[in-house]
């Protein structure tokens, strides 16, 4: 497919333009306003939006939310800070609650949760393996109660089932953080969107790419376009930026790594002796 070829613009026929109303018309071209108000386990495992980065994911949750009818239930996460070493209590007077709860990492979810009936939502963690509960697995959220919320699972093998999620601890540990982040929430994060990485490996029939900005990782685009099982199902909406005109995005490929491949596949192969 010509998208696929570096510098070249994309075909009018797989962009949506670029307008004030390009995110919204995004939206509906996937998920029409009387759908989302009753989104099945089918519709779920058919179509998905798909974005570079969590940030976007998040405005784009934030936008179909607000489109869905029903209360609005808010979870909130109790976090804390754990020091690495032994300087005693100085990471808890360091670091207020309010501070901690202004921090979201990948792997995380929000300190604030905000969960309607129908809404889809992607597990963070594994749970149980062995019966299907893993990191990535998608639901949909059919109750909401004051500690907990149950879900109907739609991916996986455990499909229809039913189970309950209370909030847990999740912990987050990077060198580059003077701390170790505890939070206690439900494991779980709202899932209209996808990331590139999260939809590695599925094919859908219906697939929406949002490119707020250029890509910046190898072989992104190529996941991004191909997870569609045909052209009919794809569409594009890439934002003007200051390095290209519109309707164009660039393709990263890391050449020293495609020559790495190439010339292990040349070489022949070791012999060891007997």
Do not use: W
């Not at 009018?12 to 989104?39: H, K, T, V, W």
């Not at 994060?189 to 999260?198: D, L």
């Amino acid at each position: 497919m010509r998208l696929l070829r570096p510098g070249l613009t994309p075909s009018m026929r797989f962009c949506i333009p670029d307008d004030e109303n390009g995110l919204e018309n995004l939206i509906s071209f996937i998920y029409a306003r009387e759908s989302l108000q009753n989104l099945s386990a089918v519709d779920l495992q058919q179509k998905a939006i798909v974005c570079p980065k969590n940030d976007d994911a998040d405005t784009i949750n934030s936008l179909i939310v607000d489109m869905v009818d029903g209360p609005v239930r808010t979870y909130c996460s109790y976090d804390t800070a754990t020091p690495h070493g032994n300087d005693g209590g100085e990471a808890e007077l360091l670091y207020f609650t309010e501070y901690l709860n202004t921090l979201n990492y990948p792997g995380l979810p929000p300190h604030e949760l905000h969960l309607k009936k129908g809404v889809p939502a992607i597990l963070l963690r594994h749970i149980n393996i062995v019966g299907g509960l893993c990191n990535g697995t998608r639901m949909i959220i059919t109750q909401m109660l004051a500690k907990s919320v149950e879900v109907e699972i739609i991916t996986g093998t455990r499909v229809g089932e039913k189970v309950f999620f209370p909030r847990m601890s999740l912990i987050y540990k990077e060198p580059i953080l003077p701390f170790i982040l505890k939070r206690q929430q439900l494991p779980l994060k709202i899932s209209y969107p996808m990331t590139i990485n999260k939809i590695q490996g599925q094919s859908l029939n219906q697939i929406r790419v949002y490119l707020p900005k250029p890509l910046f990782g190898h072989g992104q685009l190529y996941v991004a376009l191909s997870r569609a099982t045909s052209p009919g199902g794809l569409k594009l909406l890439i934002k003007k930026h200051e390095d290209h005109g519109p309707n164009v995005t660039k393709n990263i490929l890391y050449t020293e790594f495609l020559s790495a491949i190439t010339d292990f596949e040349a070489a022949p192969p070791a012999r060891s002796a007997c």
